[in-house]
C-alpha cells in the first residue's frame, strides 16, 4: 500500500511538471497557456541560476548553475535534462554535453545549499528560452513538489563569413624551407658518436686479443699453479666437508685441478670427464705416484658427486694436500725443464 501510494505521488510530479512546461511553451509561442503559473508560485528555495556565458559560437560550451537551498533532511531528484530536451517543443536546438550533477556546498543551522550544474551546447544559431528542469523534491514523501524557476535565455551565433570580397585563390605549391644549422647539428653529433663508439669498440677488441688493457698495457696474469694454490687455499677455509659440504668441497678441488692442467698443459679439461683427463695426461712427464694421486681424488670426487658417496674423514682430509702435492711438484718439473733447456 506504501509503495502504491509513493508511486502516485511521482506519478503526480511528473504530471504537474508537464504542465507547466506546456504552459510555457505557449506563452513562448504567443498561443493560449495550457497552464500558467503566478510570480508567487516561483519556489523561494531558488537563490540563483544563471549560465556562464550569455552567448556562445556554434559547438561551444556553456555551463548551466542553479543554486537552491533546502532542509537538511529534505531529498532531491532531478530528471535527466537530455530527456526534458527531447519532450520539448519550442524549438531549443540546444543539446546535453553532460547531465545535472549535484553538490552540496554547505550545511548551517538545518538548511543545505545545494547547486545543480549541466553542460550544454548547440549547432544551431538562435535565440533560446532553455526549458525548466525538473528538481523534485522528496519525490517519495507525500509532500512532494517541484522547484520553479525562470530559467536563462542562451545565445548561439555563428561566424559571419564576409563574401562580398571573396576572390577564390590556386592552389600553392609545396614550400621549400632551407635547411637550418639547429636541424643539422644533432645528425652531425649522431655521426660523431657513432664513429667514436665504433674506435672504442675497435680499440676494444684488438687489445683484448692481444691481452692488453683498454690503454695498450699488458695485462699481467698470475701463473697457473699461483691461480690453484690461491684457489685451494680459499676452499680449505671454507671448512665445507666439516659442514656435511662434501659434494661443494670436491666440485671446488676438481674444478681447480682442471683450470691448472688446462693453463698447464693445454689439456681442454674442463671438458672432459676424469678418465679422459688421465688419458690425456698418460704421456706427460709426470711421476707415477702423482699421477696416482691424482687419479685417485678424481675417481672420489665423481663417487661423491654422482654417487652419494660420504668419504671418510682421512680421505677428505687429504684431498687438498693431494692437490696442492700435485701442483707444486709440477710446477718444479717445469722448472727444472726450463733449466735443462737453457
Known amino acids: 500500500?506504501?509503495?502504491?501510494?509513493?508511486?502516485?505521488?511521482?506519478?503526480?510530479?511528473?504530471?504537474?511538471?508537464?504542465?507547466?512546461?506546456?504552459?510555457?511553451?505557449?506563452?513562448?509561442?504567443?498561443?493560449?497557456?495550457?497552464?500558467?503559473?503566478?510570480p508567487e508560485e516561483k519556489s523561494e528555495q531558488v537563490k540563483s541560476t544563471a549560465i556562464s556565458k550569455d552567448s556562445i559560437l556554434i559547438g561551444d560550451q556553456v555551463v548551466w548553475s542553479t543554486r537552491f537551498e533546502l532542509a537538511e533532511q529534505d531529498s532531491v531528484m532531478i530528471l535527466p535534462y537530455a530527456g526534458v530536451l527531447q519532450r520539448d517543443t519550442s524549438g531549443v536546438k540546444v543539446e546535453v554535453v553532460a547531465d545535472f550533477k549535484l553538490d552540496t556546498l554547505s550545511l548551517k543551522k538545518g538548511m543545505k545549499e545545494l547547486e545543480a550544474k549541466v553542460l550544454l551546447t548547440s549547432f544551431d544559431s538562435g535565440s533560446y528560452k532553455l526549458p525548466l528542469p525538473l528538481f523534485i523534491v522528496n519525490p517519495q514523501s507525500e509532500d512532494t513538489y517541484a522547484l520553479i524557476f525562470d530559467t536563462p535565455v542562451l545565445e548561439v551565433n555563428t561566424i559571419q563569413v564576409d563574401t562580398t570580397g571573396f576572390v577564390p585563390l590556386?592552389?600553392?605549391?609545396?614550400?621549400?624551407?632551407?635547411?637550418?644549422?639547429?636541424?643539422?647539428?644533432?645528425?652531425?653529433?649522431?655521426?660523431?658518436?657513432?664513429?667514436?663508439?665504433g674506435y672504442l669498440l675497435y680499440r676494444y677488441i684488438k687489445y683484448r686479443r692481444e691481452n692488453r688493457d683498454f690503454f695498450g698495457r699488458p695485462i699481467v696474469q698470475d701463473p697457473p699453479h699461483i691461480i690453484a694454490l690461491r684457489e685451494l687455499d680459499r676452499i680449505r677455509s671454507q671448512k665445507l666437508w666439516q659442514n656435511g659440504k662434501e659434494k661443494q668441497y670436491y666440485t671446488g678441488i676438481t674444478d681447480t685441478l682442471?683450470?691448472?692442467?688446462e693453463g698447464r698443459y693445454g689439456v681442454n679439461a674442463m671438458e672432459k670427464t676424469s678418465s679422459e683427463i688421465m688419458e690425456s695426461?698418460?704421456?706427460?712427464?709426470?711421476?707415477?705416484?702423482?699421477?696416482?694421486?691424482?687419479?685417485?681424488?678424481?675417481?672420489?670426487?665423481?663417487?661423491?658427486?654422482?654417487?652419494?658417496?660420504?668419504?671418510a674423514t682421512g680421505e677428505n682430509e687429504e684431498a687438498i694436500p693431494s692437490a696442492v702435492r700435485f701442483v707444486n711438484s709440477t710446477f718444479m718439473q717445469e722448472l727444472e725443464g726450463e733449466k735443462e733447456v737453457n
Open 258 to 261: 682442471r683450470a691448472y692442467i
Open 281 to 311: 695426461l698418460s704421456d706427460k712427464n709426470i711421476d707415477k705416484k702423482l699421477y696416482n694421486d691424482l687419479d685417485e681424488l678424481f675417481k672420489v670426487a665423481d663417487l661423491v658427486k654422482f654417487a652419494k658417496y660420504v668419504p
Open 1 to 38: 500500500m506504501i509503495m502504491c501510494k509513493k508511486s502516485y505521488i511521482v506519478f503526480l510530479s511528473v504530471l504537474f511538471w508537464t504542465l507547466f512546461a506546456e504552459g510555457v511553451r505557449a506563452q513562448q509561442q504567443n498561443q493560449l497557456p495550457v497552464f500558467q503559473f503566478q
Open 170 to 197: 590556386d592552389i600553392k605549391g609545396q614550400i621549400k624551407y632551407p635547411i637550418t644549422f639547429g636541424e643539422v647539428i644533432p645528425w652531425v653529433l649522431l655521426g660523431l658518436f657513432v664513429v667514436a663508439l
